[in-house]
């Protein structure tokens, strides 16, 4: 896929959320609606761009026409990160995005991405179905008019693109560097200049030097974006979204109006995508790094356990900062500390466990 033809209608501008002469009230005809979905992503972009378009052909199809959802990527009706407040307002009925890019309305938002050393995909999908986060996420979301669900996930990313070696935490310090979320502020805690990039305008500040290093998704998304014609040191594994879930929001009150059956539609569409977008990222990374290294000369290397070390120390300040920000924040800091805990020594004796003897015994372990 051609990068520019996904980057040129992305374009983030600074102007407030659309008013209600931007974006038409939704046409209702016998019991029908046409909802419109906004996204954070560029047009068509693998894997996030394409798997929102998956949800919306699913909702359509699921409801048998009485629900027809029209994609609009970043750009297209909104910029990429006022799709909150679009759907929130009204203005738009459904958005396709990542939770953590709206910590500046609450911090809990980014427990339901990714918060730094926090869970893999299998995990945050265990919290939110069964450890009680989608009930807290009820909560957060219905403060601002929203019912959210989970609707994709990337599994685990990588830690990024650097114009340097990074030896030592020391090799942070002034780095202007893209990262979101709580993930940027452990960053910043670290000494680097964080900055907050919608994904159609990393390349160009990459190009023009105004940042020194990107995170973005991982191999397969940053192959598309081209990365590699303008930085070569590509380090692993990224501590900042270890299993990075993406989000469907609907306005509430649209989706409270809707009857049982189309309820369970919407929410069942999100379920099946949330499936199927990890299992394509997992399908895709492999020969993309394979691409990456072998074709385009890009140099793959590890965060030492200093620099590590220094990620853990501040991703733990920064994510338990959100306890007090208020009462519900302290309630789902709470129950991903609890979640974290439990999960984590499962992880360990299973497929953390299987996956070092399966590369040993194959061959390809360090």
């Known amino acids: ?24 009230a939704p046409a209702i005809s016998q019991g029908r609606q046409e909802w419109r979905m906004v996204t954070t992503w560029p047009k068509n972009f693998p894997g996030l761009g394409t798997g929102a378009q998956r949800c919306a052909d699913r909702i359509t199809a699921l409801t048998d026409g009485r629900i027809t959802v ?3 990527a970043a750009g297209e009706l909104v910029p990429a990160f006022e799709v909150f407040d679009a759907v929130a307002s009204g203005n738009a009925e459904m958005y396709h995005g990542a939770s953590y890019y709206f910590v500046g309305k609450h911090p809990g938002f980014a427990f339901f991405t990714a918060v730094p050393m926090g869970f893999t995909a299998p995990e945050i999908d265990a919290w939110v179905m069964h450890g009680g986060g989608q009930e807290l996420w009820d909560e957060l979301s219905a ?8 609707c994709g996930n990337t599994g685990v990313q990588m830690g990024g693109w650097f114009n340097k070696e990074i030896n030592s935490v020391d090799d942070l310090r002034g780095l202007n560097f893209r990262m979101p979320g709580l993930g940027g502020e452990a960053m910043r805690q670290l000494g680097a200049n ?12 990459l190009q023009s030097g105004a940042i020194d290093g990107t995170e973005w998704v991982g191999p397969w998304n940053d192959l598309a974006f081209g990365f590699y014609r ?3 040191n590509y380090y692993y594994p990224g501590f900042h979204e270890p299993g990075a879930a993406l989000d469907a929001s609907v306005n509430k009150e649209v989706f409270d109006a809707l009857s049982p059956a189309d309820q369970a539609a919407v929410q069942h569409a999100c379920l099946a995508e949330n499936n199927y977008m990890y299992s394509e990222f997992m399908a895709k990374n492999g020969n993309s790094l394979d691409t990456l290294v072998n074709q385009h000369g890009v140099q793959l290397k590890q965060f030492s356990d200093d620099v590590y070390d220094g990620f853990f120390e501040a991703s733990e300040e920064v994510v ?11 309630r789902i800091l709470d129950s991903y500390q609890k ?21 040993r015994v194959l061959g390809i372990a360090d």
């Open 339 to 359: 979640a974290r805990r439990d999960y984590a020594g499962w992880t360990r004796i299973s497929d953390q466990a299987y996956s070092d003897q399966r590369a």
């Open 230 to 232: 303008l930085v070569k």
């Open 320 to 330: 338990n900062s959100v306890a007090d920000h208020d009462d519900l924040g302290k």
């Open 194 to 205: 964080v900055v907050a990039l919608p994904g159609g305008e990393i390349f160009q500040a």
């Open 70 to 72: 029209k994609l609009f």
């Open 143 to 150: 403060g601002f008019g929203l019912k959210s669900f989970l």
């Open 1 to 24: 896929m051609d990068r520019r033809s996904f980057l040129k209608t992305t374009a983030v501008a600074g102007a407030g959320v659309a008013t209600a002469s931007t974006l038409a």
